[in-house]
């Protein structure tokens, strides 16, 4: 067939729809697998569509306990009042509008011998395959004195939604001259450059609307993704207003008061009027339950299907997984979950899974109307994941005029692109 | 999975847009391929499977839905290889794209402009 317009609108954001007939072929249409997800971020929600795309025939459910999903790209944009917290958030119509079976309760435990999952509500749900993609959860404690109730005053805004809002509500409150403090901890965690596109939008703000006050970072790092256009940048637009200070600085925060909003490196303690923790972090929570997780915390996968190694029949993607050098992206977590779903249905058609190429591409803001971006290109050959040499990379530093501001049009539209393709 | 049902694609235009974008260095060159000799040139299925599984990446990005991002159903297999192949070596392009494809060979950058601009049937 050709392409209406449409019948595109319908479909798009569904990876190579042109292709769909190649997939949707008898053999594999009729499978009649029960495909059960756990997770409806990124890659959760990605996975179910992608699922219900290559094996229509599939029983697909989706085990979400929130009945709104609001996403952490751009929602630095919101900490810095330039964008509302509705535009970070979707819904699932766009999954059940195509048979998907979307559960709003969250996943308790899982027996991989029965293959089945048990739900908060204590009903249980069985499967044949079972994709995991919990994103993270907080280390509560690993960074001393940061516990639940140090996050309502110290908030790691690292999971969007209230603490993205809290985190923005304290900002605003806070009178001009104060000092706000982020903390940032060692790798690995949820999108690298992220603090340091926070710091950047943190640092317009103050500049623009409360130019006696100032951000510190505090660094568990010497270096960080991007490191060297966020130098640039912050020497070029925040002089005055963004100090970041790194490991061999005693930049590395090793506890925290809440109650004396102090946080403390080897060398000082920092007093704060807003404080910013990004805590040490691991894979959600159900992961370690499900025995998927190893000591690290993490969920080692086999990088060509994303199986886990550890227990059969059941699959993890995003942030939960070990897949360095790939950072834990949303974009990452998108491709991880296509490429799950498409080896699952070839799997289940009889098909060998084949390694491939894989890639990512981050934007981050270096001013609101300026961002840069990081790309790395992987194979998935050999039973891990690595870059492909002489590929990937930075944008340009003292990039020609226009460069930043292209990039920034692109971060929006890959927002508007990959959130369409994940939620419909 | 039959992938056999696709039509073999020609690549006549793949020669006629290369000879566009190349003639600046490739004028007076009688040994190119004719379109008609290339015409019969066909993506084997093993390609097509390669593309499909390639063009995952893609699709995070490239399908329509944001103004500043090329879509790429909006363009032919040709144009989309030639534009591809120009990004893997271009040396001192800076752009996501240029540095995207230096990852990505030649083959595989054919698999994935052949599979993405394949006429669907559904
Ligand atoms: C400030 C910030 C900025 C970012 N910017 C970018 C960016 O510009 N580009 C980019 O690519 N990435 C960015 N990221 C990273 C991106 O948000 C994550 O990589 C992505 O969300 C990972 O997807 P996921 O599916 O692994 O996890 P999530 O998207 O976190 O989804 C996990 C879901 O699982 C659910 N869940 C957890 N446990 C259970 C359970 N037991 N039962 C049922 N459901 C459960 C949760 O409710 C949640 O909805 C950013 C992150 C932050 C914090």
């Given at each position: 067939m050709t392409w209406s317009p449409k019948r595109r609108d319908v479909l798009a954001g569904l990876a190579g729809t042109a292709a769909l007939p190649l997939l949707a072929s008898p053999a594999i249409a009729k499978a009649q697998p029960k495909v059960v997800i756990v997770g409806g971020g990124f890659g959760g929600a990605a996975t179910a569509r992608f699922v219900k795309t290559y094996l229509p025939g599939a029983s697909v459910t989706l085990i979400e306990p929130q009945a709104c999903y609001t996403a952490c790209p751009f929602s630095n944009l919101v900490i810095a009042g330039l964008r509302s917290l509705e535009a970070q958030q979707f819904g699932y119509e766009g999954l059940k509008a195509i048979g998907i079976n979307v559960i709003g309760d969250r996943a308790d435990d899982v027996d991989p011998a029965a293959r089945t999952v048990t739900l908060g509500s204590g009903d249980t749900v069985s499967y044949d395959k079972l994709i995991l993609s919990p994103g993270i959860d907080i280390r509560w404690g690993a960074l001393e004195g940061y516990d639940e109730s140090a996050a309502s005053v110290m908030p790691h805004a690292w999971k969007a939604g209230p603490q993205t809002s809290l985190l923005r509500q304290q900002l605003e409150a806070m009178s001009d001259g104060g000092t706000v403090i982020m903390s940032v901890p060692t790798a690995p965690y949820r999108c690298p450059p992220g603090p340091y596109e926070r710091a950047s939008l943190i640092a317009h703000y103050l500049k623009t609307q409360k130019p006696a006050s100032r951000l510190i970072i505090l660094d568990a790092k010497d270096e960080f993704s991007k490191g060297p256009l966020f130098l640039e940048a912050w020497a070029e637009h925040y002089p005055d207003h963004l100090e970041w200070i790194g490991a061999s600085d005693f930049g590395r925060v090793i506890s925290v008061d809440p109650g004396a909003m102090a946080l403390s490196t080897d060398f000082d303690t920092y007093e704060a009027d807003v404080a910013n923790v990004i805590p040490p972090q691991k894979a959600g929570e159900i992961a370690a339950r499900v025995g998927v997780a190893d000591q690290t915390g993490w969920c080692p996968i086999d990088p060509v299907d994303f199986s886990s190694t550890l227990q059969p029949n059941i699959y993890v993607i995003g942030?939960?997984?070990?897949?360095?050098?790939?950072?834990?992206s949303a974009f990452s977590a998108n491709l991880q979950a296509k490429l799950c779903a498409l080896q699952i249905a070839r799997e289940l058609n009889g098909e060998t899974p084949a390694p491939t190429i894989l890639a990512n591409t981050c934007y981050s803001y270096v001013t609101p109307d300026g961002a840069v971006s990081i790309t790395g290109v992987y194979s998935n050959e050999g039973g891990q994941l690595s870059s492909i040499e002489g590929s990937g990379g930075l944008s340009p530093a003292n990039p020609a005029p226009g460069v930043r501001a292209a990039e920034a049009a692109e971060a929006e539209a890959w927002f508007q692109q990959i959130t369409q393709q994940t939620f419909g | 999975m039959s992938p056999k049902a696709l039509k073999s694609i020609s690549i006549a235009a793949i020669s006629a847009a290369m000879a566009f974008t190349l003639s600046g260095c490739s004028a007076g060159d009688t040994t190119a391929e004719t379109p008609a000799q290339a015409a019969e040139t066909s993506v084997a299925d093993g390609d097509m499977l390669r593309g499909q599984t390639l063009a995952l990446t893609c699709s995070g990005c490239h399908a329509g839905a944001g103004d500043a991002i090329p879509d790429y159903y909006a363009l032919d297999r040709a144009t989309l290889e030639v534009r591809l192949l120009t990004y893997k070596t271009e040396e001192d392009g800076t752009t996501v794209m240029h540095r995207l494809m230096r990852g990505y060979g030649e083959a595989d950058i054919a698999a994935v402009a052949a599979y993405l601009t394949a006429p669907g049937e559904g």
């Open positions: 942030d939960a997984t070990i897949a360095a050098p790939m950072p834990k | -």
